[in-house]
């Protein structure tokens, strides 16, 4: 019996070492679980985003014979058919988050008090992403009739510029972007696929 109890002792660090690495492994999966939920979600936000965008420019063309946005302004004209500006930001994108954390220390707050009613948003939160939105037109695009553009040619694609070709394209979900065309659908397509893809009417 004697001998017993200094057994047990010892293997308590042991134990204590075992539950510390099982630990380390339960938190690393759920972590890297989290981090793949919030990336497809933030994938089927974007998928939602340049859904709307799509069919908003889609609506502008009914009423402008058929033709599409020029691609320098595209964003501004196409709004009064979606009236929502937080469309045109991927959640993927940092860059209103940076320029919210910029603005805020400056002292410019997002929201501002409406007397006793709810906080309205700031006049730079409606249109900063106007203004820098997360999406690239085709420039092919610009100006052209939905019938010529036809239902294959990239009308939006995630991007870092307000219009241009496959060179402005941000690859931010899966290796791959998600993309907009002038018929009013959208679909995610990987890196290898957009780059053959018809960018000419």
């Given amino acids: 019996m004697s001998n017993a109890k200094p057994c047990r002792r010892a293997l308590w660090p042991w134990l204590l070492v075992f539950l510390a690495l099982a630990g380390c492994v339960v938190l690393a999966v759920w972590s890297n679980n ?3 939920s919030r990336e ?21 063309a009914s009423d402008n014979d058929d033709h599409l946005p020029r691609a320098e302004n595209w964003p501004k004209e196409a709004f009064p058919y ?6 045109y930001v991927c959640p993927a ?3 209103f988050d940076r320029e ?3 603005r805020e220390r400056r002292g410019e707050a997002p929201f501002i008090p409406s007397g006793s009613g709810p ?13 820098h939105p997360s999406y690239t037109m085709n420039l092919s695009a610009s100006g ?9 040619l990239p009308l939006l694609f995630d991007g870092v510029v307000l219009s241009g070709d496959h060179a402005a394209a941000a690859y931010r ?5 998600n993309v907009g065309f002038a018929d009013g659908h959208a679909r995610w397509e990987s890196q290898e696929d957009f780059d053959r893809a018809r960018f000419t009417p």
């Avoid at 979606?82 to 469309?87: D, E, T, Y």
């Avoid at 906080?119 to 203004?131: G, N």
């Avoid at 009739?145 to 294959?152: D, I, L």
């Avoid at 979900?173 to 972007?177: A, D, F, I």
């Fill in 119 to 131: 906080a309205r948003k700031a006049d730079w939160v409606l249109e900063w992403p106007l203004q």
């Fill in 82 to 87: 979606l009236k929502n500006s937080s469309i």
């Fill in 40 to 60: 497809r979600a933030e994938a089927q936000n974007c998928l939602s985003n340049l859904k709307q965008l799509s069919l908003g420019i889609k609506m502008y």
């Fill in 34 to 36: 989290l981090q793949h």
């Fill in 100 to 102: 919210t954390e910029r």
């Fill in 144 to 152: 052209a009739s939905v019938t010529q553009a036809g239902p294959k």
């Fill in 93 to 95: 994108d940092q860059g």
């Fill in 173 to 177: 979900h899966y290796h791959g972007l």
